[in-house]
C-alpha cells in the first residue's frame, strides 16, 4: 500500500528540515505547500503515509477563551460545509442537527466560576468510539487524528453512544453541495477531523486559524511529538488537563484553566 | 398408547390463517416504515444527536433478550433434565430463534445504511463487542437449527443433550454480550457497570418465559390441544422466581448508583423526578411488570387459570418493554457530564436533558419485530411437528399426582381421562 | 498538473462495445452506436491518467486504493482520485454550471445508467468541480 515518497524537489540544506526529514525517515521530499507551512515542524509529503512520529494536538487555553465568542465553531461550519442549527432551510431539527465543535457555558455550581470553552472530538488516544466500532470504520490515524470512514460506517451509532465527549454526530438527513475536500452523507457517523484535509497539506485547522484571527487566540495547534513545537512548549510550561480525564482516554486536544 | 406424547403440525383453520395474515400485514407495514426511514433519513423520527438509539433500539433489544430467553424452557428438560419440560423443547428452540431473527431485523432496518449491512460481514473489529455480536447471534442461530433438528429427528436423537448444553452455554454467553453492549459504554454513567451482562441475562429469563408461556397457550390452547393446570402453575411459579431475579438485579444497580455521589443525579432523575421514565420504571416495570405478574404467579388461586397467568406473561412482557425503554432511552437522556461539578451549558444541548417521543413508523418497526417473529413460530409450527398433541399433566408428568381431571383445553383431554 | 487528459473516440467506441457486449451477452463484435452512450468530452487534456481501455475497466479499483490510502494514511497526491476526475469530466448544464451526479448528463451516469451500475460515491461525496478551501488564513496568504 505504502508508496515511496515523491522525490520531485531536492532537500533543502536548512537545519529543522534537515532534522525533521531525518527523524521522519526520510531522504528527500516535502510539500508544496511551503508558503502555508506549520511554523514548528514541516508538513509531510502529499504522498508520504502519515505516521506515528507525529501526534497532532490542539491547546485550548480556557482563560482566553470569551464567552460569547464563536469565531471557532462559525469557521468550523463554514469550511466543512455543515448547515449547522442556524440556518434552518434544512428539515432536521435543531437537536438532530451536526455540531461537529460547540461552545460550552460552564459555571460551577459552588462557587460560581464560569468560564467558556470549545468541545469537539477530543482525538483520543484510546478513543471509546473505535474500540465499539464493529465495522472498523471508526479509526485512528497513525498521527492520532480520529476519523471515521465512511466507506464502511453502516449507521449503528455505537460510536455516538460510546463518545464520552458527546462529539460525534450522525447525518439524520441527505446533504446536498458538500465541500469536495469533505464527504459527508445521509446515514452515517461524523466527528471533528481536526481538519485533516488542512493538515495534510501543511496547514492549521480552520477552528485554530479563526481563533487567532478572529477570536481571542485561545488555541495552539501542533506537533506534540515535536519538542520544539509552540505546542509542546506551552504543554511543558503549564498545568493542562483533558476533559474527563479520569477515563484515561488521553485526548489530543487539552485544555488549560479547566 | 395414550400415554406417549405424539407431535403434529398445526391443522389448517381459519383462525390459525387470520393470525399469520395478520402478521404478515404487521410485518410488511413495519418493512415499510423502515424504507420511509431509509428514504428519508432519521430526521423523520423522534432521535436525534442526543437520543440516537430510539424505539426501534427497545424492541430489539427486548427481542433479542428474550430470544435466550425462549431457550430456558428447552435447557430445563435437556440440561437439567426435568422430564415435565421435555415436550416444551421442540417450540422453546424455534421461538428462541423466532425472537432473534425479528429483533436483528429491526435493529438492521435501524442502521443508517441497511444498504450496508454487507459490510457487516465483511469488516470486523474485534475490540468491538458489536463485531463479536454479529457472531453470537448468527452461532446461536446455527446451534439452535441443530438443537432442532436433533429435537425432531429420530436418527440423531441422541445428539439432542450435549446440543442443548452447547445451547444453554451460547445463550449465556450472548446475553452477556447484548448486556455488554450497554456495560462497556464508559462514558455514559447510566450504563458503565458490569452488572448490566447479568442483569440482561436474569431479564432474559424472565422476557423469554414470559413470551414462551404466551406462545406455548395460544398455540395448544388455539388448537384444541390440552395443557395441564399443573405444568402450567409450574411454568407461572418459575416465571415468577425469574421475575424476582431481574427485578433484584435492577435494584441492585439503583442501589449502586444512588449509594455514589457521582451517580446520584442521575438516579434522581431516573427515579422520582424523570417524567416518562419514572413514571415507565414504577408503574410499569415494578408494579405492573414485576410485583402483579409476581402475585398472580404465585398465588393458588391464580396460578392455575390460563388467562391469569396469560395475563401475568403479557404484563412481564409489557413492564420489560418498559423498563428497556427507561434503561435505553432514560439512559440517553440523562445529560452526558463531562465537566463534574459544573452547570453546562451549549448550543449542541450540554447539561440540558435529552427530549424524546417516538415517531410512528419507529413503534410500527418495532412491533413488526414481533410480527416477524411470530411469523417464523407460526410457519414452523405449521410445516413441521414442534407441538405435542398434549401437555396433560398425568402425560407431561410421570409423577403426577393431582385430579386426574385437571387437564383442560379440549376434547382430547376429556377423551383422554375419561 | 490539470489538463492532461481527455475523453477519447475510442473510449467512446469501447464503452459502447462493452455495454452492448454486457446487454446482448455476445462478443463485443456487433457494436452500433444507437444504444452506446454518449459519453460526454473531457473539458480538459489530451488523455487519461491511464490508458482509456485500462480505466475502463479499472476505475472503481483505482479509486477505491486511492480511498483507503487517502483516508488512511493521508496520501493526498491527487492524481488518482476522485476529485481529479471532476476536475476534467465535469459537465456543465444549460444553465452554464456543473451538473450534479442528480443529472443523468453528469459524466459518470452516463455510462452507469446504460450499464445499470449505481456507484455510491455521491451520497457522499461532491459531484462537481472545485474545493477551495472556505477557511483561508491571513497569515499564510501573505
Known sequence: ?258 | MTNRIRYHTIDNSPGFWAIFVLFLILSAIGLGAAFYMEHHGHWVTGMSQNVVWGTPHVFAVFLIVAASGALNTASIGSVFGRKPYKPLAPLSALLAGALLIGGLAVLVLDLGRPDRLVIAMTHYNFRSIFAWNIFLYTGFLVVLLAYIWTMLDRNVKAYSTPVGFIGFLWRLVLTTGTGSIFGFLVGRAAYDAAIMAPMFIAMSFSFGTALYILCMLAIMVGNGRPVGDELVARMAKLLGVFVAGSLFFVAVHHLTNIYGPETRGLEAFLLLDGGIYTSLFWLGFVLLGSVVPMVLFFHPATNRSFSMVSLGAVLVVLGGLAEIYVIIIGGQAVPQVLFPGYEVSSSFFDGSVAYYAPSWPEVLLGISGFAMAFLVVALGVKVLRFMPHSLADPLVDAHFKGKADKARGGDAAQAQTA | ?142
Open chain 1, 1 to 258: 500500500m505504502t508508496e515511496a515518497p515523491h522525490n520531485d524537489t531536492p532537500a533543502l540544506a536548512d537545519e529543522a528540515r534537515r532534522r525533521f526529514l531525518k527523524r521522519a525517515g526520510l531522504t528527500a521530499g516535502f510539500s508544496l505547500f511551503a508558503g502555508s507551512a506549520l511554523a514548528a515542524g514541516l508538513p509531510k509529503a502529499l504522498d508520504e503515509a502519515t505516521s506515528s512520529e507525529r501526534r497532532w494536538g490542539i491547546l485550548v487555553d480556557a482563560g482566553k477563551c470569551p464567552e460569547g465568542c464563536t469565531a471557532c465553531v462559525d469557521a468550523c461550519f463554514e469550511e466543512m460545509g455543515i448547515e449547522g442549527p442556524r440556518v434552518g432551510d434544512n428539515h432536521s431539527r435543531p437537536d438532530q442537527d451536526s455540531q461537529w465543535i460547540r461552545k460550552v457555558s460552564l459555571k460551577n455550581e459552588d462557587t460560581g466560576h464560569a468560564l467558556a470553552l470549545p468541545v469537539m472530538c477530543q482525538h483520543c488516544t484510546y478513543p471509546p468510539c473505535v474500540d465499539v466500532c464493529p465495522t472498523g470504520a471508526s479509526f485512528k490515524r497513525a498521527d492520532g487524528i480520529v476519523l471515521v470512514d465512511r466507506h464502511v460506517c453502516i449507521g449503528c451509532r455505537y460510536c455516538i453512544m460510546a463518545c464520552p465527549y458527546k462529539a460525534r454526530c450522525f447525518v439524520h438527513e441527505a446533504i446536498h453541495d458538500q465541500e469536495p475536500y469533505m464527504p459527508r452523507g445521509k446515514g452515517t457517523a461524523e466527528g471533528c477531523t481536526m481538519c485533516v484535509h488542512r493538515i495534510d497539506h501543511g496547514m492549521k485547522p480552520a477552528c485554530v486559524v479563526a481563533c487567532h484571527e478572529e477570536g481571542a487566540g485561545a488555541m495552539t495547534f501542533g506537533d506534540t511529538n515535536d519538542p520544539e513545537s509552540a505546542i509542546a512548549g506551552k504543554l511543558r510550561d503549564n498545568t493542562t488537563s483533558a476533559i474527563r480525564a479520569d477515563l484515561g482516554t488521553e485526548p489530543g486536544i487539552r485544555y488549560m484553566g479547566i
Open chain 3, 1 to 142: 498538473m490539470t489538463g492532461k487528459r481527455g475523453i477519447t473516440s475510442p473510449l467512446r467506441t469501447a464503452i459502447a462495445v462493452v455495454v452492448l457486449a454486457l446487454a446482448a451477452g455476445a462478443t463485443p463484435a456487433a457494436a452500433g452506436d444507437d444504444i452506446a452512450p454518449d459519453v460526454p468530452e473531457a473539458r480538459k487534456g489530451e488523455h487519461c491518467v491511464k490508458p482509456v481501455p485500462y480505466m475502463r475497466r479499472n476505475h472503481m479499483d483505482m479509486l477505491k486504493h486511492k480511498r483507503d490510502k487517502t483516508m488512511h494514511k493521508g496520501q493526498r497526491k491527487k492524481k488518482y482520485s476522485l476529485k481529479r476526475c471532476m476536475d476534467c469530466h465535469a459537465v456543465k448544464g444549460d444553465d452554464g454550471d456543473f451538473v450534479t451526479a442528480k443529472s443523468d448528463k453528469h459524466f459518470c451516469n452516463v455510462c452507469h445508467d446504460t450499464a445499470a451500475v449505481n456507484p455510491d460515491c455521491f451520497s457522499c461525496h461532491a459531484s462537481t468541480p472545485g474545493g477551495e478551501l472556505k477557511v483561508q488564513s491571513k497569515e499564510a496568504s501573505r
